[in-house]
């Protein structure tokens, strides 16, 4: 047999061998080849085969290349349901990973043998959908309804132990994946091991209460989505019919799951997440080298950066401004990798080497003579920053990146402060800097390609999502944020509480509301950014100033037990405060506004009429390169719901010129901040969509 996939015979066995890379996907070719292996060890003299892949994993999930397309025969359930027809036992191996539609291609198989450090999976509620060949009818008769439901639900990735626990595997093995499988066989043939077949078994009784903590678990955890609780109900009213009638409900589950909106969108975002890092102006352009990484400055942020780096193997040099500072920045970064090793992500002995031999706390700059890129993260104020990039410029050694940190102030006037502004970018972490996996990388005028490129690559090294974004005030995320956080302020001038924005964007999607998000970053951020900005807001400009009347009262959100909400033992998670509505009365009627009632549907339209227009300007100045590159942004920065796709791709769902209708009637009541964006203006004069600029 030729193509990916390949038949041998040794003596009574028979290896059916998967070499598809770069990680064995489902193609069309290899579904193809699976069946002609099975047809072929049918009519073939072996007794056992053995199935397993070639390269660092078994197969890791569909061809992303398929997806969109009109599927081609043999459909994967198809190439299953004849794998586990053999009248003679087949073996599976599973190493690296089996995912989706790999894990569904060894449920199929009679007996399966895990390499220790494999993992199995089914990620389909990340995409929308739910698994279609065979995950909710195979796994439960397998190992019960709760426990499958937590996997195909949870899309978490399940270690060798724990399936062999399960019951999901019959052995574990240390072996390479074509010895483990050989010496399966040869037990199948001395024991005399009869074809077992996971769609004859019955399926364990179920515990109805833990189902019915799970289904709850589930739903507060994804709230808007459907697949989840979907892949649920079709696992327990599928496996209550035979087999046959339980996979014609799956499969009817499956495309209506491929039909939702929330489908295209998850799709959206999982191609823009690896579209983002794709850019033509790198191809070609090799980063500088990434070993040794300063940070200056050791609070939440810097400290976040520091721990990111050591946990992925670089070493750095923090530098903090005097002995004590020094003291305090050091402790901070054991006590967060001690919380790595309690959460069983670090060992022990590993810690203890990183802040040993990979961390070294410091106020002295000359430290950082052999760094190879530093990142300044020190408070956000422009004096300070080009203080420390004076600094910098002096005691770095040449070709060193020199990287700021900041949230909003601008990178070239930054690198003017040195002589090689050539060498200066902006790197703007997300805090907590060792968790948020968004990083926008901020091109400057003079930022040569290849720090461009050492950018991205240290990115990839932290395992982050890296943006390209120009250098304007907030870049892409915060920018955007202060025209749609402004917009929902005009709301509440106009009416609506905070308490009812915060509600209504929750039912939207997002996980907190710009209320309770202002609260739990402290109202004082909030307060020196509008201070920062207020000599260049617009005449007319409306704005609200509760926030504040909140800061001079000392209200600063949780970390004072008071803000827009009040925190205490009674509400840890904040409830509606009475006073904040009658400040906001206050401001109302000095302003001489009289309030009016919003529904939540038109908060949500105003919200995200401000996000989208002002995503159009940003993209149509070239701050953003693409409307991908914003919705990225939002989805991993900003808490944008994923099952809508990000703001850009949500928009084109909705229909560009319902939006801009939106934009323009709110700018026509008298709010510069909705000034239609010319972009989304001429892709609605054009019938086009965000889409068609990615």
Known sequence: MEGPVRYESHGDIAVIRIDNPPVNATSHAVREGLVAAAAHFAASPEKVAVLVAEGRTFIAGADITEFGKTPREPHLPDVIHRIEASEKPVVCVIHGTALGGGFEVALGCHYRVMLKGARIGLPEVNLGLLPGAGGTQRLPRLIGIVPASEIFTSAAQVKAEDCLALGIVDELSTADPFEAGMTFARKVLAEGLPVRRV??????????????????????????????????????????????????????????????????????????????????????????????????????????????????????????????????????????????????????????????????????????????????????????????FTKLDAVCKPGAVLATNTSYLDVDEIAAMTKRPEDVIGLHFFSPAHVMRLLEIVVAAKTAKDVVATGFALA?????????????????????????????????????????????????????????????????????????????????????????????????????????????????????????????????????????????????????????????KVVGEGIALRPLDVDVTKLFGYGFPRFRGGPMHYADSLGLAKVLASVEAAYQAGDAIFEPAPLLQKLVAEGKTFADLN
Not at 517 to 533: E, Q, S
Not at 550 to 573: C, F, N, Q, V, W
Not at 587 to 593: D, L, M, Q, S, Y
Request: with cysteine.
């Open 199 to 388: 769609s004859e078994m019955s399926v364990p009784p179920t515990d109805a209460e833990a189902l019915a903590a799970l289904k709850k678990k589930v739903a507060k955890a994804n709230p808007g989505h459907v697949c989840h609780l979907r892949a649920i109900d079709t696992a327990v009213e599928g496996t209550k019919l035979p087999f046959a009638e339980g996979m014609k409900l799956e499969r009817a589950a499956f495309w209506d799951m491929m039909q939702t909106p929330q489908r295209a969108a998850m799709i959206h975002a999982f191609f823009s997440e690896r579209k983002v890092a794709s850019l033509p102006e790198l191809k070609g352009v090799e980063p500088r080298k990434l070993a040794q990484i300063g940070v200056i400055g050791g609070g939440t942020m810097g400290g976040g950066i520091a721990v990111s780096c050591l946990l992925n193997g670089l070493s750095v040099v923090l530098i903090e401004r005097d002995a004590e500072a020094v003291e305090k920045a050091h402790n901070g970064i054991a006590r967060t990798l001690a919380d790595s090793v309690k959460r069983g992500k670090l060992g022990a002995d590993a810690r203890d080497m990183l802040l040993a031999d990979k961390l070294l706390v410091t106020d002295d700059y000359a430290r950082l003579s052999n760094a190879d890129l530093v990142i300044e993260a020190v408070f956000e104020s422009m004096e300070v920053k080009k203080d420390v």
């Open 460 to 616: 990839k090294a932290l395992k982050k999502v890296p943006v390209r974004a120009g250098v304007c005030d907030g870049f892409i995320g915060n920018r955007i944020l202060k025209t749609y956080r402004t917009a929902a302020d005009i709301m509440v001038l106009e009416g609506a509480s905070p308490f009812q924005v915060d509600k209504a964007l929750e039912d939207f999607g997002f996980a907190m509301g710009p209320y309770a998000v202002a609260d739990l970053a402290g109202i004082d951020i909030g307060y020196l950014t509008r201070k920062r900005l207020a000599p260049f807001r617009k005449p007319g400009e409306r704005w609200g100033e509760w926030g504040d009347v909140l800061y001079e009262m000392g209200r600063l959100g949780r970390k004072t037990g008071h803000g827009h909400y009040i925190y205490d033992e009674a509400s840890p998670r904040g409830r509606p405060d009475p006073e904040v509505e009658e400040i906001i009365a206050r401001e109302r009627n000095a302003k001489g506004i009289t309030p009016r009632s919003f529904t939540d549907a038109e908060i949500v339209e105003r919200y995200m009429a401000a996000m989208i227009n002002e995503g159009a």
